[in-house]
């Protein structure tokens, strides 16, 4: 298949904490991606500053590395045609009053510091993010549903 790429997405300690993790996975699932790496994590502030550190130099950065590091996320890799783009589009903008319904943050947020989730936002910090969190490597393997999802 062309295109088929990966994209890192993490549920932050808000959606772990309201019980989204089953109906965010869902969505990644019914869209046709293919989950291969996927845990959850108390992530330290050390960490949340490697995966943030395009943020450092903003005013918000430190009551995000706390509030990241408040309680458990989720650290998930998903794989399949324009994982990155699609992802983004799955999960809305940013600020959760700009994002359609039917998108994860349209339909569970209402505040930027709340919004759920985060994705990838190009193949490049995609690669990197999957390298951050998951050092071990992600699984690989043929999903029996490709012919049914695919040309």
């Not at 989204?20 to 050390?46: D, M, N, P, S, Y």
């Not at 993010?129 to 999903?143: C, D, K, M, R, T």
Request: glycine share 12%; net charge neutral; proline share 5%.
């Amino acid at each position: 298949m062309s295109n088929n790429e990966r994209t890192y997405i993490m549920i932050k300690p808000d959606g772990v904490q309201r019980g989204l993790v089953g109906k965010i996975i869902q969505r990644f699932e019914e869209r046709g991606f293919k989950l291969t790496a996927l845990k959850l994590v108390q992530a330290t502030e050390a960490h949340l500053e490697q995966h943030y550190a395009d943020l450092k130099g903003k005013g918000f950065f430190p009551g995000l590395i706390k509030y990241m590091a408040s309680g458990p996320v989720v650290a998930m890799v998903w794989e399949g045609l324009d994982a990155v783009k699609t992802g983004r589009v799955m999960l809305g903008a940013t600020n959760p009053l700009q994002s359609p319904v039917g998108s994860i943050r349209g339909d569970y947020c209402l505040a930027v510091g709340r919004n759920i989730c985060h994705g990838s936002d190009s193949v490049e910090s995609a690669e990197k993010e999957i390298g951050l969190w998951f050092p071990e490597g992600v699984n690989q393997y043929i999903s029996a549903l490709e012919p049914w999802i695919f040309e």
